[in-house]
């Protein structure tokens, strides 16, 4: 190793600390939206602030939650293992990480366009302030939702330097989405929730309720989300994407109701799902497969 190289046992640690392997449950879908902003091929320029917002904005929620949740991570045998409990890292550097990620997010915004840069603080504000929904309402689970129903119109904004009324449909769907996706995450934590007297849509519903409002979130995510291929006009690989996600999602929601409380095989086909969405986008937008549909 050359003097000032990291080690690459401490890459391996910021890989770990950061989950740098689950960028992929939502990178899809921005590269997605991405290409529909721009219309076919966006600049190598655009792409990469783009690129380097997301993943800013994520280490940025990532590395504060985990700052902020670090005495109930101790306290929850899923996440006592985790970095900060196990000693691994230290809560400081655990806020520098997060002050750095969300410094890195405004300037790059500042570099996209000026609705961008006024609204990154906006953004960053609602990434970082879930670490904290958990504490006081029940409602954390569709604010988590609500995190990841911002990349559509932060991706808009981004390329365009405006935000489209018909992007709403996006972040509608990505709201339903995401809330279904996280309420099955909950159900992993219920009994952990409950003993640590933190509040969410399952724990105060219940396990059944749940798992029958997860498909029912599905079915409207994927609704509005073919409600905006509609408005923009796209060809059938789009809707036939959307097709092949409703399959595994359902499959996805059976298997829910024989495990309630298991979230490894959801949590496993989201990243699939997220990867269908980008496979139609791309035929629709790049193959000419098929006609357009009408435009509402």
């Given at each position: 190793?050359?003097?000032?190289?990291?080690?690459?046992?401490?890459?391996?640690?910021?890989?770990?600390?950061?989950?740098?392997?689950?960028?992929?449950l939502?990178?899809?879908?921005?590269?997605?939206?991405?290409?529909?902003?721009?219309?076919?091929?966006?600049?190598?320029?655009?792409?990469?602030?783009v690129?380097?917002?997301?993943?800013?904005?994520?280490?940025?929620?990532?590395?504060?939650?985990?700052?902020?949740?670090?005495?109930?991570?101790?306290?929850n045998?899923?996440?006592?293992?985790?970095?900060?409990?196990?000693?691994?890292r230290?809560?400081?550097?655990?806020?520098?990480?997060?002050?750095?990620?969300?410094?890195?997010?405004?300037?790059?915004?500042?570099?996209?366009?000026?609705l961008?840069?006024?609204?990154?603080?906006?953004?960053?504000?609602?990434?970082?302030?879930?670490?904290?929904?958990?504490?006081?309402?029940?409602?954390?689970?569709?604010?988590?939702?609500?995190?990841?129903?911002?990349?559509?119109?932060?991706?808009?904004?981004?390329?365009?330097g405006?935000?489209?009324?018909?992007?709403?449909?996006?972040?509608?769907?990505?709201?339903?989405?995401?809330?279904?996706?996280?309420?099955?995450?909950?159900?992993?934590?219920?009994?952990?929730?409950?003993?640590?007297?933190?509040?969410?849509?399952?724990a105060?519903?219940?396990?059944?309720?749940?798992?029958?409002?997860?498909?029912?979130?599905?079915?409207?995510?994927?609704?509005?989300l073919?409600?905006?291929?509609?408005?923009?006009?796209?060809?059938?690989?789009?809707?036939?994407?959307?097709?092949?996600?409703?399959?595994?999602?359902?499959?996805?929601?059976?298997?829910?109701?024989?495990?309630?409380t298991?979230s490894?095989?959801?949590?496993?086909?989201?990243?699939?799902?997220?990867?269908?969405?980008?496979?139609?986008?791309?035929?629709?937008?790049?193959?000419?497969?098929?006609?357009?549909?009408?435009?509402?």
């Amino acid at each position: 190793m050359t003097d000032g190289a990291v080690p690459p046992r401490r890459l391996y640690e910021l890989g770990r600390f950061l989950e740098i392997q689950n960028v992929g449950l939502n990178l899809p879908f921005a590269l997605a939206f991405l290409v529909l902003a721009a219309g076919g091929i966006p600049s190598l320029w655009v792409v990469f602030l783009v690129l380097v917002a997301f993943v800013s904005a994520r280490n940025a929620g990532h590395s504060f939650n985990r700052w902020a949740d670090r005495d109930l991570d101790a306290a929850n045998p899923r996440t006592r293992g985790r970095a900060i409990p196990s000693g691994r890292r230290s809560p400081a550097s655990a806020l520098v990480i997060a002050a750095v990620s969300g410094a890195v997010l405004i300037f790059t915004a500042y570099l996209l366009n000026p609705l961008a840069f006024v609204l990154a603080p906006v953004a960053l504000a609602i990434v970082l302030g879930y670490s904290y929904t958990k504490r006081f309402t029940i409602l954390t689970t569709p604010f988590l939702g609500f995190v990841e129903a911002v990349t559509p119109g932060a991706v808009f904004i981004a390329v365009q330097g405006t935000l489209p009324g018909f992007v709403l449909l996006a972040v509608g769907g990505l709201l339903a989405w995401g809330t279904a996706f996280e309420t099955v995450h909950s159900l992993g934590d219920l009994e952990s929730d409950r003993a640590l007297h933190l509040q969410s849509l399952p724990a105060r519903i219940g396990v059944q309720a749940s798992v029958r409002l997860v498909p029912a979130l599905h079915a409207v995510a994927l609704g509005l989300l073919a409600l905006f291929g509609f408005a923009l006009e796209l060809r059938l690989p789009y809707f036939a994407g959307l097709g092949a996600m409703a399959v595994i999602a359902l499959a996805t929601d059976l298997s829910l109701a024989r495990s309630p409380t298991s979230s490894r095989v959801p949590f496993q086909r989201h990243f699939v799902m997220a990867a269908l969405y980008l496979a139609g986008v791309l035929l629709a937008v790049f193959v000419p497969l098929g006609p357009h549909v009408p435009g509402l």
